[in-house]
């Protein structure tokens, strides 16, 4: 499974942004896609998922109510679409899969997207 995330890009404070992260390959073995996020600094850090079969999301509690994780089977894309960014927002935004639920780990990764929110 390849994954390309695209979608990043520089939004002042309260603005908006959407991530895209599409999957091409073995895209049958997916089984939840999820987007990570890792600030200068600092250790990355989960954000939100979805389980690809039935679209059940979680979100970390740092952007609940603010980002939205969604996906298009069709497309075989996840989009996180990011409402009333904060400068903490600010980071390179990376999206992963893996295969089951028993994992901790992710198989697949793509290459990150920054985003960089002024205040």
């Known amino acids: 499974v390849q994954l390309q995330a695209s979608g990043g890009g520089l939004v002042q404070a309260g603005g908006s942004l959407t991530l895209s992260c599409a999957a091409s390959g073995r895209t049958f073995s997916i089984y939840n896609m999820a987007w990570f996020r890792q600030a200068p600094g600092k250790e990355r850090e989960f954000v939100v998922r979805?389980?690809?079969?039935?679209?059940?999301?979680v979100s970390a509690d740092s952007v609940k109510g603010r980002f939205t994780i969604s996906r298009d089977k069709a497309k075989n894309t996840v989009y996180l679409q990011m409402n009333s960014l904060k400068p903490d927002d600010t980071a390179v935004y990376h999206c992963a899969a893996r295969r089951n639920s028993a994992q901790t780990l992710y198989d697949y990764w793509g290459q990150g997207t920054q985003v960089t929110v002024s205040s």
């Open positions: 979805i389980i690809w079969s039935d679209g059940t999301t």
